[in-house]
């Protein structure tokens, strides 16, 4: 057993390093480190270096453009990018769709596609959920009447987070109404400029339009847009639930975020003289949150070798999509009690690019309670933390 | 023993009840929210008219009593309808302080219209390096002639932006955490040299963060012994902890009601997701939380009542606050969770009470410093 890196591992690492320190552009950076919203060209511009560097993809097959690296170099690579405050490209495209146009679409999707992802010319946003089918997914009713060689599209899907960018949607319908929930589903990618398509925001509990709902008024959608078979697509889809699960635990982030904390704590008076790191309970709580964050690397290190000779990725990711988020919102809840009382100003103002007026409280104070608020949707999308919990259940244990 | 409320106790809670039932609909409530001072002044009067303004104040102070159960019978109902009039900043607090420590001349002229509604007050205690410590006070007050000079920077001015004029606690002897040397000094709020930052808490409440540059203040603006303010401004400031721990559980029993209720109808896997017994027990502990943090509520409300030591009272409000402060974590999380993506919109009332709950445990200490007040004690 060994858990350190090789040299090679280890020059990869300085590699990566470096052209992080040379080619994440100082805007970006600048922003995240104050607390600004990133907008959409940040996210295109970020992804384009990362393309032509050839490092945007790396869980796609090296015949479509991905790295051809090993778990370990994967590791290193968002280990890093999280240290550098690198934002990961948005998932949708990258990470949702693409493996499963890769894994089930015909050649002439692949082509038409991919390229398009990898580049970031094209902004693709999630088709899944719609009000009445959230954790029974399979219960979904938007559906697809095939009429000679379109299908006829109507419905409403829900929680399509960065939808009001997307140039395409990856959707599950229905085309066979009689036929048992999850059998008559099919996947289909649609152009968002497609006439009958209507996106409405949904405000969060802290006041963004992160979300939208998507409303489909008889949209027709070219066959040719299916993926795989008719009927088929909640097959493809449960794929791309249990495949994409990498860095899905989010540790890099969680442990840089931790580091954080720590320097926060450091600097903030405790009201009696000292500083909160030297408060016994608070340095506990920071204290019990590393120690989970550090059982949860090394499960996902775990998971990693296993994938790396050769198994794939079993139902086990499920403990770090649940460990992931809670030690995420754990974090949250341990910054928005640093930040105390000014952690309650609601000053968006504050967050813009730009600002240059007086801070309320110490730097990014006041974006934590709104950041615990917000990320209360973590233990909620991706499959909530209780169907993992049902998924553990039935295909770990056997219950 | 006797648990039920009085005669007096019932015609409050039902008179509040008949208030919010008329005119704190959600959207009624939205509209408050969105107007430039935050709240509605219709509402103020009514709630002057009604007396529930002077239900903070003795008897000898012409109130209706000044008992802190009123109080809890009263914010519990506001905590179910959310009301974000300010009743605690400005009343209990601000009105607390005039009502410990000014003179008889200052109560005379300040706690009528204090009652009446016609003034507002804010008061101005916490600073940055302080934390939740009211003892530590950096803002110095210099004495010059016949007047003050008042210097330093104050956080979470709660109801700063609209009040009349700001209670301020200020040093006048000693070093930042000193418990000696403490003052209180009323400032009205267009005073040259009062710089200040408005802005709406994330709850919707409003607040300031104040500077105090060289701010000129007559020495008749003192309250109460120069130097000897402290124990005055903890118990006024445990008295407006009380309040928000009643309203707390006003609050969190809403969220235990809606949550309940929503796991009814929402259908999935073919049935109501409330007929699953992990979501049950999850529901099962959250209406432990709200009893436990209703009961230790009226613990405390019941020994701010009674004739015992300070010291005891202080405990019994720390673990309330305390307890409260955990409730709140809980009950507020596992309603966001139990609703899904829902429970995390602004359209629907389940996140108000969340981000309620959650600021109540942030301000006037939160869960950890109100554990280690109740252990110090």
């Not at chain 1, 489909?216 to 697509?233: H, K, M, S, Y």
């Not at chain 2, 104050?154 to 070093?175: E, I, M, Q, Y």
């Not at chain 2, 029993?253 to 992990?278: C, N, W």
Request: aromatic fraction near 8%; charge should be negative.
């Amino acid at each position: 057993m060994n858990a350190a890196f090789t040299p090679a591992e280890l020059e990869f690492q300085e590699e990566v390093r470096a052209f992080l320190a040379a080619e994440f552009p100082s805007e970006i950076r600048h922003k995240i480190a104050r607390h600004v919203p990133l907008e959409k060209d940040d996210f295109v511009r970020w992804q384009k270096v990362l393309h032509r560097k050839g490092w945007a993809a790396p869980n796609w097959p090296v015949a479509f453009g991905g790295t051809g690296w090993t778990a370990a170099q994967k590791y290193i690579f968002a280990q890093e990018m999280a240290k550098a405050g690198a934002p990961e490209p948005v998932p949708f495209g990258m990470k949702m769709v693409a493996p499963v146009i890769i894994t089930y679409g015909n050649d002439e999707q692949k082509q038409r596609f991919l390229p398009d992802i990898l580049a970031s010319n094209v902004w693709w946003c999630q088709g899944y959920s719609e009000p009445n089918a959230g954790s029974d997914l399979a219960s979904l009713k938007t559906t697809a009447v095939r009429e000679g060689n379109h299908y006829v599209v109507n419905g409403t899907k829900t929680w399509n987070t960065l939808g009001q960018y997307a140039d395409w949607i990856f959707c599950l319908v229905r085309t066979d109404l009689t036929a048992r929930k999850q059998e008559g589903i099919s996947f289909l990618l649609i152009d968002m400029k497609s006439p009958g398509i209507k996106v409405s925001p949904i405000y969060l509990l802290d006041g963004t339009p992160e979300v939208n709902e998507v409303h489909f008024d008889n949209v027709r959608v070219p066959v040719e847009n299916r993926i795989g078979e008719e009927n088929q697509g909640w097959t493809y889809a449960k794929v791309l639930l249990t495949h994409e699960r990498t860095n899905i635990a989010g540790v890099p982030r969680s442990k840089v975020r931790l580091e954080e904390l720590k320097a926060g704590a450091a600097a903030a008076p405790d009201g009696q003289g000292g500083n909160l790191l030297q408060d016994p309970v608070f340095a506990h709580k920071i204290a019990e949150t590393e120690i989970q964050i550090l059982a949860l690397e090394y499960a996902e290190l775990r998971a990693l070798a296993a994938v790396s000779v050769g198994k794939a990725p079993g139902p086990e990711s499920s403990i770090l999509k649940i460990v992931g988020t809670e030690a995420a919102q754990r974090i949250d809840e341990l910054a928005m009690e640093l930040a105390a009382l000014q952690g309650l100003p609601f000053v968006p103002e504050q967050f813009e690019d730009g600002f240059d007026g007086e801070l309320i409280g110490a730097e990014g104070a006041a974006s934590t309670m709104l950041t615990y608020f917000n990320n209360r949707k973590q233990s909620i999308f991706g499959g909530s933390n209780e169907i993992q919990k049902n998924i553990i259940s039935k295909a770990v244990l056997g219950l | 023993m006797d648990f039920s409320f009085s005669d007096e106790q019932q015609m409050l809670q039902e008179s509040v009840q008949k208030f919010v039932h008329r005119h704190y609909a959600f959207d009624a409530r939205r509209a408050i929210l969105a107007s430039a001072a935050g709240y509605s002044a219709e509402h103020w009067a009514l709630f002057a008219e009604l007396g529930w303004l002077t239900v903070p104040f003795s008897e000898a102070d012409g109130g209706f009593g000044g008992l802190a159960t009123d109080l809890m019978v009263l914010m519990e109902e506001f905590g179910k309808a959310l009301v974000v009039e300010p009743f605690v900043a400005g009343v209990v607090l601000g009105g607390g302080l005039v009502s410990a420590l000014g003179s008889p001349a200052q109560k005379e002229h300040l706690l009528p219209e204090l009652m009446a509604g016609s003034l507002q007050l804010a008061c101005a205690l916490y600073e940055e390096q302080g934390r939740y410590n009211l003892a530590s006070v950096a803002t110095t007050a210099q004495v010059s002639g016949s007047h003050f000079l008042v210097n330093g920077t104050k956080v979470l001015v709660l109801n700063g932006p609209v009040a009349d004029a700001l209670l301020v606690s200020v040093r006048t002897a000693g070093s930042e955490r000193d418990v000696e040397g403490i003052s209180v000094v009323m400032i009205a709020s267009n005073t040259p040299g009062i710089v200040r930052r408005d802005y709406t808490t994330v709850d919707g409440h409003r607040a300031a963060q104040i500077r105090f540059d060289n701010v000129q203040v007559p020495v008749s603006a003192l309250l109460g012994q120069q130097g000897a303010a402290l124990p005055a401004l903890q118990q006024s400031v445990d008295r407006a902890t009380l309040c928000v721990c009643a309203e707390a559980v006003g609050a969190l029993d809403m969220l235990l009601h809606k949550t309940v209720e929503y796991s009814k109808t929402r259908q999935q896997f073919g049935a109501p997701i409330g007929s699953f017994q992990a979501l049950q027990h999850r529901m099962a502990d959250m209406f432990i939380e709200c009893e436990l943090a209703r009961s230790i509520v009226m613990m405390a409300a019941m020994t701010l009542d009674a004739d015992v030591p300070e010291a005891q009272k202080q405990r019994a409000v720390s673990a309330a606050k305390s307890r409260v402060g955990k409730a709140a974590r809980k009950v507020g999380q596992e309603a966001v969770q139990l609703h899904g993506g829902i429970g995390m919109t602004d359209e629907l009332d389940v996140s108000h009470y969340f981000k309620r709950v959650t600021a109540i445990d942030a301000m006037f200490g939160n869960a950890d410093f109100h554990t280690a007040r109740f252990a110090r004690l």
